[in-house]
């Protein structure tokens, strides 16, 4: 038999179906004893159709006396009020008021909220019971009982959770008026943490590209010792002014570029993890392309000895006067192979394992918490790094050779290769990856907890 309620609320009366809703509360209620209690609700939340749902927050939010429970009583509260929102959101999307959603209508809601829509059509046939490529609204809301229905964007976003679909809710540039501001409120909290994060790292940065030029074959703690004798505090921090200011660009550049990619490949279906790759490949690459001069002044003035360059505008004009314009561009054959393995590794690792958390989350009822997702970033970032530090290696030192104190010695990426593991053997390809891995842990955790405090203080 079809358990879903034929009218929760009849038109006429607005008198709640109680039998279904009794078939609900039962269901919730596991050991059967007419009350719902942490135990029932987070075994009950399990099913795929709830996952998103913490059972500790609905348990506080609508126990009503407060006595640990909720009753049947509570437990009609919070329908009635739960369908209303519902009720108002379907509504909303329902653009021709015939009553049911098709997956047009679908996509213009997940559009207009800035979402991805390239599966709209999968959202779609998760609600849809009786299969028939529509979905009323007695499939919405039994589908949608428990969401969040704070506004379209939680019910969207639930919606996606329950059958593990990536919606772009965290990297998606919104398309409308209001997702234009949204998008320059995530923009300006994403530029504020990169600087804060790469500004707290920056000792460990330029560490790392003095020993990939080979400026020593110190240990971290003595090659810091030596920064900081030769150029005190302020050596610590050359060449990171340049670091920040290309955050805005590249980042911007980068997951625009990412989305729009994603969207091209898996316009009718969910994007798998080769696309994913693709996609995130791709989408550095240009990034990369676009603010490269800036990444070459950046290593010139890490490298560069104290008094040698009075800053950016300096560094660009030296290198263009003394070396010409496509000295900027020196190394920029590794930078955009490193990015492939990088930029593709990276996302696919992040996503992939965040997609494992979600539905490893499903058996505990539970979302993923920040530690776990937190992890992922770091364990992400260092499997990129990894395969494409070779790559980033050599491009610092073509950067660098032509300055004072580095001469000429490779003629292009394939013969820097070549003479680095001639003269240092393979591990010479990883010089400097100690202070970077160093770097990693700290560089995602500033960047996440600036980046949500200032999100929060511009909302």
Not at 44 to 71: C, E, M, P, R
Not at 123 to 140: I, P, S, Y
Not at 157 to 168: F, L, M, N, P, Q
Not at 347 to 375: C, D, Q, R, W
């Amino acid at each position: 038999l079809d358990d879903r309620p034929q009218h929760v609320m009849t038109k006429k009366t607005d008198v709640i179906d109680d039998a279904y809703l009794r078939k609900k509360f039962a269901q919730l209620d596991s050991d059967q004893d007419g009350k719902l209690s942490l135990t029932d609700l987070k075994k009950g939340f399990i099913g795929s159709s709830h996952v998103g749902t913490d059972a500790n927050i609905f348990l506080q939010k609508f126990d009503i006396n407060q006595d640990g429970y909720i009753s049947y009583e509570e437990f009609i509260v919070y329908v009635v009020n739960q369908q209303k929102q519902l009720k108002a959101v379907f509504d909303e999307l329902d653009a021709d008021k015939n009553g049911t959603l098709d997956s047009h209508e679908v996509e213009e809601g997940l559009r207009k909220l800035g979402l991805s829509i390239s599966h709209a059509k999968s959202l779609l046939h998760r609600a849809d019971r009786d299969k028939n490529d529509l979905v009323d609204f007695v499939e919405w809301q039994d589908m949608l009982m428990f969401a969040p229905a704070g506004s379209a964007r939680d019910i969207f976003t639930y919606w996606a959770k329950s059958a593990a679909i990536d919606i772009g809710e965290s990297l998606a540039i919104p398309d409308d008026t209001k997702g234009g501001i949204a998008a320059w409120k995530y923009l300006v909290a994403g530029g504020v943490a990169g600087a804060v994060s790469r500004t707290a790292t920056a000792p460990l940065d330029r560490l790392k590209v003095l020993l990939q030029v080979g400026a020593g074959n110190h240990g971290v703690l003595s090659g810091l010792k030596r920064i900081y004798e030769e150029g005190g505090t302020r050596g610590f921090f050359r060449g990171n002014g340049t670091n920040v200011i290309k955050i805005a660009p590249e980042t911007a550049i980068k997951f625009m570029a990412y989305e729009r990619i994603k969207k091209l490949v898996s316009s009718d279906h969910q994007i798998t993890g080769s696309e994913r790759f693709f996609a995130g490949a791709l989408a550095g690459v240009i990034s990369q392309s676009t603010i490269f001069p800036m990444e070459c002044v950046k290593t010139r003035l890490a490298v560069a000895s104290a008094g040698t360059y009075k800053g950016i505008v300096d560094c660009l004009g030296k290198t263009v006067s003394q070396e010409g314009f496509f000295a900027l561009y020196k190394g920029l054959g590794p930078a955009l192979c490193g990015v492939v393995p990088y930029a593709g590794t990276d996302l696919a690792v992040y996503e992939y394992l965040k997609t494992a958390l979600i539905n490893h989350s499903k058996k505990n009822g539970t979302e993923p918490g920040m530690l776990p997702l937190f992890f992922c970033g770091v364990a992400s970032s260092t499997c990129g790094q990894l395969v494409s530090y070779p790559l980033a290696l050599v491009r610092t030192r073509l950067q660098a050779q032509g300055m004072a104190g580095h001469p000429k010695i490779y003629n292009g990426s394939f013969d820097a290769f070549r003479k680095i593991l001639k003269n240092d053997g393979f591990l010479g390809l990883y010089r400097g990856i100690v202070p970077n891995f160093l770097k990693v842990a700290p560089a995602v955790s500033i960047s996440y907890a600036v980046y949500e405090t200032v999100k929060k203080m511009i909302e």
